[in-house]
């Protein structure tokens, strides 16, 4: 009723304004049409995020109890302590607490056994040219391999950066969640993998400077280290362990259909409410969050290399010195690991 009065006053005081100014009929039309998009706005918002929420979580509750153990889980979780701890100091890019992180990979890379992939044995160090990141001296990436069965085959790049925020202000940013979590798991599966070699050659990936400006992902296509035609497929793990809900989302099959099959089915393999989303643009789903250019897969995606970004939503540990490894749920991230580890058998297998 009230909008039907609003509308009335509206036509009349646009009939006025055409008498007195001799608006053409054309501008008038335009008026009404912005004005109906104006008025109506909030509710097409509303049942567009409407919409997308019914479509992420239409996705079928979990099919199976438990993960098997396949992974060595122990181990991880002491990695993610140490990384997460006071000696690392959250791992600032430029910080002794990243130098540290980053010598710490490399020989970890070592007793695994990974073939070396930097520039310089497991490191690839680079300069940041612009912005922040430019004053912070000493950046790296730690890169390891392992040769897959069939040399054809293009690779699988897994990433998982290793920075976090570092000390500041006097305070340590652990960065247990974000993301010591993605680089143990980027280790137990490099552990696994070596037990049980790939089709597909692997590059891991531990990488630095995303939290300021993914200078790491960059600098992987920039110094040529890597060309996107080599690259079948980016995974990207980055904050694995903390969801009240269980939920993990799968980031890249809106831009990459081609995804969506086998991340469904990796959906009935898993225990955690795994979602498709987070990857449409806001004009098709609102205001919904998309994840598209949110962590280091960005650079892939920049170079059309399809890519999985994997990671939780955000909680409220995120980017806070509240991040620490007490504060994780090593239950969900056991899932987690064991459903990322399915991923990239599953990858590997197509
Ligand atoms: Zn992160």
Request: hydrophobic share 45%.
């Amino acid at each position: 009723m009230q909008f039907a009065l609003v509308c009335c006053i509206v036509f009349l005081f646009v009939r006025i304004v055409m008498k007195l100014f001799r608006i053409p009929l054309w501008l008038w039309l335009l008026f009404v049409v912005a004005g109906l998009g104006y008025a109506f706005h909030p509710y097409l918002l509303a049942q567009m995020m409407q919409m997308e929420q019914k479509r992420l979580l239409a996705q079928p509750e979990p099919m199976v109890e438990q993960m098997p153990e396949r992974l060595d889980f122990g181990r991880q979780m002491a990695d993610l302590r140490y990384l997460a701890s006071d000696e690392l100091a959250g791992r600032g890019t430029g910080q002794p607490g990243g130098a540290k992180a980053q010598q710490w990979l490399a020989a970890e890379f070592t007793h695994i056994g990974l073939v070396a992939a930097g520039t310089a044995g497991y490191l690839q160090p680079y300069q940041p040219t612009t912005g922040k990141a430019q004053l912070m001296k000493g950046a790296a990436n730690v890169l390891g391999r392992i040769e897959g069965s069939d040399p054809a085959l293009p690779m699988l790049v897994l990433t998982a950066h290793y920075d976090h925020l570092g000390v500041h202000q006097g305070k340590i940013y652990f960065g247990a969640d974000d993301n010591a979590s993605g680089v143990a798991a980027l280790l137990a599966l490099a552990r696994y993998f070596k037990q049980y070699p790939p089709r597909h050659t692997l590059l891991f990936a531990a990488l630095d400077n995303e939290e300021t400006g993914m200078w790491g992902a960059r600098m992987l296509f920039e110094q040529e280290l890597l060309k996107p035609e080599q690259i079948k497929l980016n995974i990207n793990m980055d904050m694995l362990s903390q969801n009240t809900q269980q939920q993990l989302i799968a980031v890249g099959s809106y831009h990459y259909p081609e995804l969506e099959k086998p991340l469904q089915q990796l959906q009935q393999q898993s225990s955690v409410r795994l979602l498709l989303g987070y990857d449409r643009p806001a004009w098709l789903v609102g205001t919904h969050q998309d994840w598209t250019f949110s962590s280091d897969h960005r650079e892939f995606h920049k170079r059309a290399v399809p890519f999985v970004y994997f990671g939780v939503p955000d909680h409220a540990h995120y980017h806070q010195p509240s991040d620490t490894a007490e504060n994780i749920d090593p239950e969900f991230y056991r899932e987690v690991s064991e459903t990322l580890l399915d991923a990239v058998l599953l990858f590997d297998a197509s």
